[in-house]
């Protein structure tokens, strides 16, 4: 079955960096577009970043975009989220997910990792 | 970015009556391949997010067939035909047409 395993979180300061790994197995990860999202104490859902099954293809929110740098190693199985100059408004829960296209668009996100907590204070 | 707005953000319900969430999206979601590029995820308390719904209609494996989505290009609802306990949790709308992706604001379902 289809597992995501994401790590990587924790206590940072303001202006440091964390990446976060998100660790696939139960399909072929090289067939499979991948996405970051984030959802703050007490708040919603927010997109963050996808990547395309090559890698070749990568977007972003624009309230991390020249911060954070979604990328994949496909001989890994593992998909990464390098957090640099971090805010405090960057304290969430970090969630990958598995993007399933249609079309050669991606449609929408059918599984979710359980999340890792990223706290960004002084 | 296209911005996606949810009502109602509170719905308390009776087991086993009907729910109806609604999304309306700033700009139309439907691609020019006919397909809605809309869908729908449940949180429950302390979890990560489940899709329910995706391209605006399609049930994902494993959801209960109480579950429903609908919608034009612009207006969209997610509708429980009959709602039970384990419904309880905070529902949202996401937007995949274009980047950014972009989410409602979520819909607190509770049990009345």
């Known amino acids: 079955q289809v597992q995501l395993v994401d790590s990587g979180g924790g206590v940072v300061q303001p202006g440091r960096s964390l990446r976060l790994s998100c660790s696939a197995s139960?399909?072929?990860?090289?067939?499979?577009?991948m996405q970051w999202a984030r959802q703050a104490p007490g708040k919603g859902l927010e997109w963050v970043a996808v990547i395309y099954n090559d890698g070749g293809n990568k977007y972003y929110a624009d309230s991390v975009k020249g911060r954070f740098t979604i990328s994949r190693d496909n001989s890994e199985n593992t998909l990464y989220l390098q957090m640099n100059s971090l805010r405090v408004e960057d304290t969430a829960v970090y969630y990958c997910a598995r993007a399933i296209s249609y079309r050669g668009l991606i449609s929408h996100f059918d599984s979710w990792g359980r999340g890792t907590l990223v706290t960004v204070s002084s | 970015d296209i911005v996606m707005t949810q009502s109602p953000v509170s719905l308390p319900v009776t087991p086993g009556e009907p729910a109806s969430i609604s999304c309306r999206s700033s700009q139309s979601l439907l691609h020019s391949n006919g397909h809605k590029f809309l869908n729908w995820y449940q949180q429950k308390p302390g979890q990560s997010p489940q899709l329910l719904i995706y391209?605006?209609?399609n049930r994902a494996s494993g959801v209960p067939d109480r579950f429903s989505g609908s919608g034009s290009g612009t207006d969209f609802t997610l509708k429980i035909s009959r709602v039970e306990a384990e419904d309880v949790g905070i529902y949202y709308c996401m937007q995949t047409l274009q980047t950014p992706y972009t989410f409602g604001q979520g819909t607190n379902l509770e049990i009345k």
């Open positions: 391209l605006g209609s």
């Open positions: 139960g399909f072929i990860f090289t067939s499979f577009g």
